[in-house]
């Protein structure tokens, strides 16, 4: 050997001699420091060392802006982590900052507060205060086995995330996140300055819990980037996670970069799809789509250039329009970067989808969104609906789909070429999956679904946080004053307030503050006064369930605001529902503005229904769900319905129903009414709208088989999207003709009205 070789290896060797026992002196020096409090964390962080591991103490640490700081090395990272995992409980206004190379934290769980900031986990501490500055962020940093649980704002519709991840080279993984339920997405990555673009994150076996319907924008769980940055790649990398009925808005991920890679997900009963809102060449492979029939329950969405759609499976989705199974939008010309580019160079190939309802093709086209798909692909994709019915929905020109070698079930009147009936050799696999025995088409047999079990920290149950009604014990109570107040305050989260016959009245607002059922014993009559301004007060946590009672307000103060059920006065982070069943209210007049129901701002219903009711003598409205008035797309209740119902003498509308604003992002509110009668309802002097019923953005509308007699008309307003309206078999006395509007510019939408019968 030459000698200029042999000492070239020798040097070589030297090297590595050198960084293995540096490399062990580090891990040999390092150092466990058990913290037992906020000042001891300070003092253990402001010396430590690379393989150092900071310990907090099990307990509760209340209050704890926790910055996390320091520079460890891939080989010996500097740990934060709890003393026994979920026994560190981080509570009240909270957080957690990072800032270094090659952190890791673990173990903690943040429960029963929220952040003070924006964020509750944040890979940066403070803004870089120049371009090269990258001593704010992480970078190669990661967050295991942490717990966010129920962790939100008191505040609604104040704005926060619990995860923002800047920097580079980051991971969350084997986490859990549940019960987000104000404003603001769950989880993002920014690309706002060059520290945090390109950044090869990885967010990976993290269990994403129930998250409540919004009923506004700002309930994405999760984003990647923004439409300012979109045209930025981010490289991220979003793998076996599981989505379990993330419901917040129409997007469940709202991809807004480039480059990112969405392989081998589930997403369980989740409404709003996983959709490619802005940035180009992104892919999405290997997931799992289980909508078991729910409403609005989607899966992919495709806006931009060179998308990937490969190897999916989704079965079972009720999603339509934005929402939909699979849909492939329209863009608009030239657009700016935060409207919606054309879809160039899609390929979308093997895909699985089973009983989905609709595939929507130049979805959005309108007025403005005129730039159909071009140069994409549509080949080898398995479709199957047991009804046989086409799930394909073409709003605009789609010859620059090329379509090839699908297999479907029944055959497209619109797409003629590239599909085959029942070409495939259906098959179903272990779990139930239907797969092509040929392997032509659809997804792979080897697919399979990433499981709830095998997700998030293995130390954590996965609990339900919401009890079904009468799904409890129950507490009988008899007649006599405040008997049902004190009931209430005994029965379990779940259980029934059973009532004796007789005259109960209540000198209390009764709290609902858990999920309570109050009805009469079977074939017992109930009369019912109270004497506060209303009778029963639903707060957060709460939902209420009434049958079988006759209320009367006569006894009710001679003052404004009355109702028989209201909601609080405050936000509501919790979703309520409330049925009334059976029931008889009666003389609810003894002032102005007396309703059954009326709402606060900042409150959400996720149903509401009313069957087998029976109401006379109200001088307000018997629903009143107007108080979103401020046309920014919220709204106080997700589903109305009534049944079989009677309404006489009631001087407002029935009721008023109101989501202002045009944006795009929720599906409801959903109205439904049916089998009802309705005699001299809206004709009150104070009744401004001059309606029997008063619906202003109301997404999805089902009348029929109701009767009108001596009443106001029914208004509808459209407002935005494609509203679902049916006014059908219904009769109209003396009563003016459905006044249906369309507000929305952009697209005029179609309503079905038929076969209703006016009379004098």
Same mark, same amino acid.
């Given at each position: 050997m030459k000698k200029?070789?042999? #000492?070239?290896a020798?040097q070589?060797?030297l090297?590595?001699l050198v960084s293995f %026992?540096?490399?062990?002196?580090?891990?040999?020096?390092?150092?466990?420091?058990l913290?037992n409090?906020?000042?001891?964390?300070?003092e253990?962080?402001?010396?430590v060392?690379?393989g150092d591991?900071?310990?907090?103490?099990?307990?509760?640490?209340?209050d704890?802006?926790?910055?996390f700081t320091g520079?460890?090395?891939e080989?010996a990272?500097?740990?934060?982590?709890?003393q026994?995992?979920?026994?560190?409980l981080?509570t009240?206004e909270?957080?957690?900052a990072?800032?270094g190379?090659?952190?890791v $934290?673990s173990?903690l769980? %943040?429960?029963?507060?929220?952040t003070?900031s924006d964020?509750?986990i944040?890979f940066?501490?403070a803004?870089?205060v120049?371009?090269?500055?990258y001593?704010?962020v992480?970078?190669h940093?990661?967050v295991t086995?942490?717990v966010?649980?129920?962790?939100s704002?008191p505040?609604?519709f104040?704005t926060d995330?619990?995860v923002?991840i800047?920097g580079?080279h980051?991971?969350?993984?084997h986490s859990?996140f549940?019960g987000?339920? #104000?404003?603001g997405v769950l =989880?993002a990555v920014? /690309?706002?300055t060059t520290h945090?673009?390109e950044?090869?994150?990885e967010?990976d076996h993290?269990?994403? !819990?129930?998250?409540?319907?919004?009923?506004?924008n700002g !309930?994405?769980t999760?984003?990647?980037?923004?439409?300012?940055?979109s045209l930025s790649?981010?490289?991220? /990398?979003v793998e076996?996670n599981?989505?379990?009925?993330?419901?917040?808005?129409?997007?469940i991920i709202?991809?807004?970069?480039?480059s990112n890679k969405?392989?081998?997900?589930t997403f369980?009963?989740s409404?709003g799809?996983l959709t =490619?809102?802005?940035?180009h060449?992104?892919v999405i492979e #290997?997931?799992?789509?289980?909508? +078991?029939?729910?409403?609005?329950?989607?899966?992919?969405?495709v806006?931009?250039e060179?998308?990937t759609?490969?190897?999916n499976? =989704?079965?079972d989705l009720?999603g339509?329009?934005f929402?939909?199974?699979?849909v492939v =939008?329209n863009?608009?010309?030239?657009?700016a970067i935060?409207?919606?580019?054309?879809v @160039?160079?899609?390929?979308i190939? +093997?895909?699985t989808?089973?009983?989905?309802?609709?595939i929507?093709l130049a979805? !959005?086209?309108?007025k403005?969104?005129?730039a159909?798909?071009?140069d994409?692909?549509f080949s080898n994709? /398995?479709?199957?609906?047991d009804?046989?019915?086409?799930?394909f929905?073409v709003?605009?020109d789609?010859s620059?789909?090329?379509?090839s070698? #699908?297999s479907?079930s029944?055959a497209s009147?619109?797409l003629?070429?590239?599909?085959?009936?029942?070409?495939a050799?259906i098959a @179903?696999n272990?779990?139930g999956?239907?797969?092509?025995?040929s392997g032509t088409y659809?997804?792979?047999?080897?697919?399979?679904? $990433?499981?709830?079990?095998?997700v998030?920290a293995s130390?954590f149950?996965?609990?339900?946080?919401?009890?079904?009604?009468?799904s409890?014990?129950?507490?009988k109570?008899?007649a !006599?004053q +405040?008997?049902?107040?004190d009931?209430v305050?005994?029965?379990?989260?779940g259980g029934?307030?059973e009532?004796?016959?007789?005259?109960?009245?209540?000198a @209390?607002?009764i709290?609902?503050?858990k999920t309570v059922?109050?009805?009469a014993a079977?074939?017992? @009559?109930v009369?019912?006064?109270?004497y506060?301004?209303?009778l029963f007060?639903v707060?957060?946590?709460g939902?209420?369930q009434?049958?079988?009672?006759?209320i009367?307000?006569a006894?009710?103060p001679?003052?404004?605001?009355?109702?028989v059920v209201?909601?609080?006065r405050?936000?509501?982070?919790?979703n309520y529902?409330?049925e009334?069943k059976?029931?008889e209210?009666?003389d /609810?007049?003894?002032?102005?503005f007396?309703?059954?129901?009326?709402?606060s701002?900042?409150t959400?219903?996720?149903?509401?229904?009313?069957?087998n009711?029976s109401?006379?003598?109200?001088t307000g409205?018997v629903l009143?769900?107007?108080?979103?008035?401020?046309?920014?797309?919220?709204y106080?209740?997700e589903?109305?319905?009534?049944?079989n119902s009677?309404?006489?003498?009631?001087d407002?509308p029935?009721i008023?129903y109101y989501r202002?604003g045009?944006?795009?992002?929720?599906f409801?509110p959903h109205f439904?009414?049916?089998?009802?009668?309705l005699?001299?309802?809206?004709?009150?002097s104070k009744n401004?709208?001059n309606?029997?019923?008063?619906?202003?953005?109301?997404?999805?509308t089902?009348?029929?088989?109701n009767k009108w007699?001596?009443?106001k008309?029914?208004?509808i307003e459209?407002?935005?999207g494609e509203?679902v309206t049916?006014?059908v078999?219904n009769t %109209?006395?003396?009563?003016a003709?459905?006044?249906?509007?369309?507000?929305y510019?952009?697209?005029?939408?179609?309503? $079905?009205?038929?076969?209703?019968t006016?009379?004098?």
């Open positions: 200029e070789n042999v #000492n070239i020798k070589g060797l090297v590595v %026992f540096m490399s062990f002196s580090l891990m040999g020096c390092a150092k466990e420091i913290v409090s906020q000042e001891q964390y300070a253990a962080l402001s010396s060392k690379p591991t900071i310990v907090l103490a099990n307990g509760e640490w209340k704890f802006e926790i910055v520079k460890g090395t080989k990272p500097i740990t934060l982590t709890a026994t995992k979920g026994k560190v981080i009240g909270s957080n957690l990072l800032a190379e090659h952190l $934290v173990g769980v %943040f429960t029963n507060g929220y003070p964020a509750v944040s940066r501490a803004k870089p120049a371009e090269d500055d001593s704010t992480a970078m940093s990661r086995e942490v966010i649980d129920n962790f704002n505040e609604r104040e995330s619990w923002l800047y580079k980051n991971r969350v993984d859990n549940t987000k339920r #104000n404003k =989880m920014r /690309l706002d945090s673009r950044n090869h994150h967010i993290n269990y994403f !819990g129930p998250r409540d319907i919004l009923g506004s !309930g994405e999760l984003r990647i980037g923004t439409s300012h940055f790649d981010s490289f991220t /990398l076996n599981y989505f379990d009925r993330c419901n917040g808005e129409l997007e709202s991809n807004k970069s480039g969405f392989i081998g997900n369980f009963e409404r799809t =490619m809102r802005h940035g060449g992104n #290997n997931n799992v789509f289980f909508g +078991n029939g729910k409403d609005h329950t989607g899966g992919i969405r806006i931009n060179r998308q759609v490969r190897n499976y =989704m079965s009720a339509y329009r929402g939909g199974g699979l =939008m863009g608009v010309p030239n657009s935060n409207r919606y580019h054309q @160039k160079n899609a390929v190939e +093997n895909n989808l089973v009983n989905v309802d609709h929507q979805a !959005g086209s309108d403005e969104r005129t159909t798909p071009v994409s692909k994709n /398995l479709i199957v609906n009804d046989k019915r086409n799930p929905t709003y605009d789609v620059g789909i090329t379509f070698n #699908n479907i029944a009147k619109e003629k070429k590239g599909f085959e009936v029942d070409a050799k @179903k272990d779990q999956m239907v797969f092509d025995a659809g997804a792979s047999k080897s697919l399979k679904p $990433v499981r709830k079990q095998d998030g130390w149950v996965k609990s339900e946080d919401r009890k079904a009604f009468q409890g014990k129950t507490v109570a008899g !006599g +405040n008997s049902i107040y009931a305050e005994q029965v379990e989260d029934v307030v009532l004796a016959a007789g005259d109960y009245v209540e @209390k607002t709290t609902i503050n059922t109050v009805k079977a074939g017992e @009559k009369n019912i006064e109270f506060k301004k209303s007060e707060v957060d946590g939902s209420l009434l049958e079988g009672l006759a009367s307000g006894s009710s001679d003052d404004v605001g009355n109702a209201r909601t609080s405050y936000s509501m982070l919790k529902r409330l009334l059976n029931c209210f009666t /609810l007049d003894v002032n102005r007396f309703n059954v129901v009326s709402v701002k900042s959400l219903a996720d149903n509401i229904l009313l069957e009711v109401v006379k003598k109200v409205s009143k769900l107007d108080l979103e008035s401020d046309d920014y797309g919220i106080n209740a589903y109305v319905t009534i049944k009677q309404f006489e003498d009631v407002g029935l008023t202002g045009t944006d795009e992002s929720t409801g439904e009414m049916t089998g009802s009668t005699k001299n309802v809206g004709n009150g401004k709208l309606a029997s019923l008063y619906l202003h953005g109301v997404q999805v089902a009348i029929s088989n007699l001596d009443s008309p029914v208004i459209h407002t935005v509203p049916s006014v078999d %109209f006395v003396n009563t003709k459905l006044d249906l509007q369309e507000l510019s952009k697209k005029t939408t179609t309503a $079905v009205i038929k076969n209703n006016y009379k004098k």
